[in-house]
């Protein structure tokens, strides 16, 4: 079996979106799922050193985010967790993470390919959307990307919602526009 | 019957489900005849279909980001 090196410092850029995808489908909450995604992270690095080289750092990664995942359902959900048996195979900090790796299966990926499609249609909305005035970009993004009520952003930015909806228009058609040659 | 520019408004507002059934309806009438809103409404659907796939599943830059520095806060003094 090869030996597999770990590397914090790319672990960002490498992971975060495999992450957040397998984090995403499970509790449906953006927010939710970046916590934890980020505490993975966190978990990740302060438990390094029993990181065996067993297994590639993403599946590594992912059985403490499993991990991550099934606390956050303990949790919201203690009420009715008292009533169940708990299990805990570590309940030190020194041994967190060592028994995962064996445990987590890296199976075939058959969402690869929509996976990289996905980043390349994200990068291109990126660079799409940095070609915008700032404010018509800052406007899009906070309407559909963050999906903040109408009546917020006029508040917060102080404008009028026909002014919004007139930015947005214009926002949309350059960003159609500028997407049209490879998405559509 | 509204003019393209209303029409274009309410194309936007219905694909953040902020248009009402009204609208909706005196939208649709109008596309029967206008071939150009037509066009652009079909734009303006695949642009939010474009978006949410990539949503739904990806991280944005800037929250990738606010993940980034609170990691690299951590690795710093790890090493």
């Known amino acids: 079996m090869p030996n597999h090196k770990i590397d914090p410092n790319k672990w960002i850029d490498l992971y975060s979106d495999y992450l957040f995808n397998y984090t995403i489908t499970r509790v449906n909450d953006r927010v939710i799922a970046q916590d934890l995604v980020s505490e993975t992270f966190l978990a990740g690095l302060k438990s390094m050193k029993n990181f065996k080289g ?6 590594w990664l992912v059985s403490i985010l499993k991990r991550k995942v099934i606390d956050y359902y303990r949790k919201i959900n203690s009420n009715k967790g008292k009533a169940e048996v708990r299990m805990s195979y570590n309940s030190d900090n020194e041994t967190e993470g060592d028994w995962l790796e064996e445990r987590v299966a890296d199976p075939f990926d058959k969402t690869a390919e929509d996976q990289i499609e996905n980043t390349e249609l994200a990068d291109a909305i990126d660079s799409c959307l940095s070609k915008l005035p700032k404010k018509q970009a800052k406007i899009f993004e906070m309407k559909t990307i963050l999906n903040y009520e109408t009546e917020t952003i006029c508040n917060e930015l102080e ?6 909806w007139v930015i947005i228009h214009r926002a949309r058609v350059s960003m159609a526009d500028c997407l049209q040659n490879n998405w559509f | 019957m509204i003019s393209c520019e209303e029409s274009g408004h309410i194309c936007d507002k219905s694909q953040y489900h902020e248009a009402t059934l009204w609208e909706k309806v005196k939208f649709k009438f109008h596309t029967l005849f206008c071939a150009m809103c037509k066009q652009h409404s079909k734009n303006n659907t695949k642009l939010t279909a474009l978006i949410d796939k990539v949503k739904a599943k990806n991280l944005t830059s800037s929250e990738k980001n606010s993940i980034k520095s609170a990691f690299n806060k951590e690795l710093d003094k790890h090493q």
């Open chain 1, 54 to 59: 067993e297994a590639s750092e993403r599946t």
């Open chain 1, 159 to 164: 404008i009028t919602s026909s002014n919004l």
